[in-house]
């Protein structure tokens, strides 16, 4: 099979290891989002979608409508959400065919997701083999846990990891670069002499490595382990191939992103229902007079003509028109946080945002930006997403 393009994307904040982790307005649906609406226009070409995550609490709820929604595409695609980690990204990749998104999610630290487009292009991907052993480990974290459990490390590295990677690294040999997804890069190097890898070791890491191949046009065996398991593929890189990546200079994260004062704000199904569209996939309504209205309403806040207006997506482009910066206590949000009202670029529409990725302050008036896909409020348990204001980065 072949890969027509990928994408990746790492959040912004770093835990106190170093580690990638999530803003307070991230979650498994807008890490999503954030990597395939890198792949621009070709997402026109999408007919189905694959989203692949170790962590199947965080696809409860709304996760698919809304990753439907942010990537605007229509909301009868075929969306199967897939639990696995870097073997079950590598067989959908395997079992998809042309025209099919691979979205691979790792909400947990190193967090990264991935997104990779099926069809013809220049990363072709053959010679499949796989390895399956049970190995006594318990993998899966208890509810509540934050982090991997391994009851017995050496059990997994010697039973698990380098028994998969010995039977599937055959082909690995004259100009074939080792690469293992699924365990860190310290740990590939281990498991087998000048193999490589990245410090993500969930669903995502594979496409991350893929990407990296695309760069450096090597061949390559990619061996995708978790536990006692493993599949692994020959990678051959022709020609081009598009790799759209998006990873901002780190910021440490808070201690916590906890509110100081909590919040119980109730949720409503109906606003819930008639928002949507209009607040996830960002569309304003289109007035016969040729007016934006964003948020869409009954009346037309220019004309005054009362009818039903259509919904016309807005562009991402923003540039800020005013912001403040609140540090009382709000309840429910995480302070001090900033507030931007931003000029959507070339539209005429201002859309009210809170401002992401940067800490509080730093994106004074007229910096140029990006509205991105976030979970804006969490109302009785209930995630609400909306749009958030990324400042362009600074360049050094
Ligand atoms: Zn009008």
């Given at each position: 099979?072949?890969?027509?393009?990928?994408?990746?994307?790492?959040?912004?904040?770093?835990?106190?290891?170093?580690r990638r982790?999530?803003?307070?307005?991230?979650?498994?649906?807008?890490?999503?989002?954030?990597?395939?609406?890198?792949l621009?226009?070709?997402?026109?070409?999408?007919?189905?979608?694959?989203?692949?995550?170790?962590?199947?609490?965080a696809?409860?709820?709304?996760?698919?409508?809304v990753?439907?929604?942010?990537?605007?595409?229509?909301?009868?695609?075929?969306?199967?959400?897939?639990?696995?980690?870097?073997p079950?990204?590598?067989?959908?990749?395997?079992?998809?065919?042309?025209?099919?998104?691979?979205?691979?999610?790792?909400?947990?630290?190193?967090?990264a997701?991935?997104?990779?487009?099926?069809?013809?292009?220049?990363?072709?991907?053959?010679?499949?083999?796989?390895?399956?052993?049970?190995?006594?480990?318990?993998?899966?974290?208890l509810?509540?846990?934050?982090?991997?459990?391994?009851?017995?490390?050496?059990l997994?590295?010697?039973?698990?990891?380098?028994?998969?990677?010995?039977?599937?690294?055959?082909?690995?040999?004259?100009e074939?670069?080792?690469?293992?997804?699924?365990?860190?890069?310290?740990?590939?190097?281990?498991?087998?002499?000048?193999?490589?890898?990245?410090?993500?070791?969930?669903?995502?890491?594979?496409?991350l490595?893929?990407?990296?191949?695309?760069?450096?046009?090597?061949?390559?065996?990619l061996?995708?382990?978790?536990?006692?398991?493993g599949?692994?593929?020959?990678?051959?890189?022709?020609?081009?191939?598009?790799v759209?990546?998006?990873?901002?200079?780190?910021?440490?994260?808070?201690?916590t992103?906890?509110?100081?004062?909590?919040?119980?704000?109730?949720?409503?199904?109906a606003?819930?229902?008639?928002?949507?569209?209009?607040?996830?996939?960002?569309?304003a309504?289109v007035?016969?007079?040729?007016?934006?209205?964003?948020p869409?309403?009954?009346?037309?806040?220019?004309?005054g003509?009362?009818?039903?207006q259509?919904?016309?997506?807005?562009?991402?482009a923003?540039?800020?028109?005013?912001?403040?910066?609140v540090?009382a206590?709000?309840?429910?949000?995480?302070?001090?946080?900033?507030l931007?009202?931003?000029?959507?670029?070339?539209?005429?529409?201002?859309?009210?945002?809170h401002?992401?990725?940067?800490?509080?302050?730093?994106?004074?008036?007229?910096?140029?930006?990006?509205?991105?896909?976030?979970?804006?409020?969490?109302?009785?348990?209930?995630?609400?997403?909306?749009?958030?204001?990324?400042p362009e980065?600074?360049?050094?």
């Amino acid at each position: 099979m072949q890969i027509a393009a990928l994408a990746t994307y790492r959040p912004t904040w770093a835990d106190a290891r170093g580690r990638r982790t999530l803003g307070s307005d991230e979650d498994v649906a807008t890490l999503a989002v954030s990597a395939g609406r890198l792949l621009g226009g070709r997402l026109t070409s999408v007919q189905r979608v694959v989203l692949v995550t170790r962590r199947p609490d965080a696809l409860l709820g709304t996760a698919p409508e809304v990753v439907l929604e942010g990537l605007g595409l229509d909301p009868s695609t075929p969306l199967v959400e897939q639990i696995g980690g870097a073997p079950a990204t590598l067989e959908t990749l395997l079992g998809s065919a042309e025209g099919t998104l691979v979205l691979a999610v790792d909400p947990v630290a190193p967090a990264a997701s991935a997104a990779a487009l099926v069809g013809p292009g220049g990363i072709t991907l053959d010679g499949r083999a796989g390895a399956r052993h049970s190995v006594p480990v318990r993998t899966v974290p208890l509810p509540g846990a934050t982090d991997l459990t391994y009851d017995d490390p050496r059990l997994l590295r010697e039973g698990g990891w380098k028994r998969v990677v010995r039977e599937l690294a055959g082909s690995a040999e004259g100009e074939r670069h080792l690469v293992i997804a699924g365990v860190t890069a310290a740990d590939a190097a281990k498991i087998a002499r000048g193999a490589s890898g990245v410090a993500e070791t969930e669903a995502a890491a594979p496409l991350l490595l893929l990407a990296r191949l695309a760069g450096s046009r090597s061949p390559a065996r990619l061996v995708a382990v978790e536990n006692g398991h493993g599949v692994a593929v020959d990678v051959t890189v022709a020609g081009a191939v598009p790799v759209l990546a998006a990873e901002r200079s780190a910021h440490p994260a808070p201690v916590t992103w906890a509110p100081s004062v909590a919040a119980d704000i109730p949720a409503s199904p109906a606003a819930y229902a008639r928002a949507f569209e209009a607040k996830v996939g960002l569309k304003a309504g289109v007035c016969s007079c040729g007016e934006l209205n964003y948020p869409p309403r009954a009346q037309c806040q220019s004309c005054g003509v009362l009818e039903p207006q259509r919904l016309q997506p807005l562009p991402r482009a923003a540039t800020v028109y005013s912001v403040v910066t609140v540090r009382a206590n709000v309840p429910g949000k995480t302070v001090p946080y900033s507030l931007a009202v931003v000029d959507v670029d070339g539209t005429g529409v201002r859309v009210l945002a809170h401002v992401t990725d940067d800490p509080p302050g730093a994106a004074p008036i007229g910096s140029p930006g990006e509205l991105v896909l976030r979970r804006v409020a969490t109302r009785a348990g209930v995630p609400d997403y909306g749009y958030a204001f990324q400042p362009e980065e600074q360049q050094a």
